[in-house]
């Protein structure tokens, strides 16, 4: 049985750090790519970041470029999202998600991927 478990989420304050883990297990994990997805109330699920099996690069979306570092440890089936300088417009629910075959162009499409997890809140203070 596949699972992604998101831990992590919480009230915190504006300009503040905070960061989030995503379990996982049921998959073979260093095959996979994960993505961190969030929700905001009333809006569309968005690309926050990703990473490869291999970590060798990662991917971001404009609005979180130099705030958030996604990571992983295929050792532990973990990946996580490291989150700086956050803003109230980073209040979303946000999901783990892993993705068996993507391509460069198609990290930011949540079709690309396989496995969701149920998400956790995170909401930023100001």
């Known amino acids: 049985q596949v699972q992604l478990v998101e831990s992590g989420g919480g009230l915190v304050q504006a300009g503040t750090s905070h960061s989030l883990s995503c379990t996982t297990s049921?998959?073979?994990?260093?095959?996979?790519?994960m993505g961190w997805f969030r929700q905001a109330p009333g809006k569309e699920r968005t690309f926050v970041a990703a990473?490869?099996?291999?970590?060798?690069?990662?991917y971001y979306a404009d609005s979180v470029k130099g705030r958030f570092t996604i990571s992983r440890d295929n050792a532990k089936n973990t990946v996580y999202l490291r989150m700086n300088s956050l803003k109230p417009e980073d209040t979303a629910v946000y999901y783990c998600?892993?993705?068996?075959?993507?391509?460069?162009?198609?990290?930011?499409?949540?079709?690309?991927?396989?496995?969701w997890g149920q998400g956790t809140q995170v909401t930023v203070s100001s």
């Open positions: 998600a892993a993705a068996a075959y993507v391509f460069e162009d198609q990290v930011s499409i949540a079709t690309t991927y396989d496995y």
């Open positions: 049921g998959f073979t994990f260093n095959q996979y790519a």
């Open positions: 990473i490869p099996w291999s970590a060798d690069r990662t």
